[in-house]
């Protein structure tokens, strides 16, 4: 296991990064008049996973940390929940790939959650 340096280097923030740039090439297939609405929604959630995740990691405190990546979890629960409704509105075909990356990034935040806690 490689020693961590930088938030680049957990795997949750690196999985998030992978995942906000999935979800940005994913939702560029809604429709047009879902740009301020769904499209607008998803990118901000997706952006705010691996955001929070950086922002916890350089507070350089460990309550900290877990709050912010207790935040990233809940901004990744909107994003699945954004992504279901869309898919349920028939705006976009479900991506099998996005998801199994939203829950392998779910599992990894809850893991680190534990390990600090």
Do not use: H
């Amino acid at each position: 296991m490689s020693e961590i340096k930088t938030y680049r280097d957990l795997i949750a923030w690196q999985k998030s990064m992978m995942l906000a740039q999935l979800v940005y090439q994913w939702s560029s297939q809604l429709p047009k008049e879902e740009q301020y609405g769904l499209i607008s929604q998803m990118r901000r959630s997706a952006v705010s996973i691996p955001s929070n995740i950086a922002e916890g990691y350089a507070r350089q405190s460990t309550m900290d940390y877990v709050r912010f990546l207790k935040i990233a979890r809940g901004s990744l629960a909107e994003l699945c929940t954004q992504m279901e409704l869309a898919v349920n509105l028939n705006l976009v075909q479900k991506n099998d790939q996005v998801i199994s990356l939203a829950q392998e990034t779910d599992r990894i935040l809850q893991g680190l959650i534990r390990s600090l806690s």
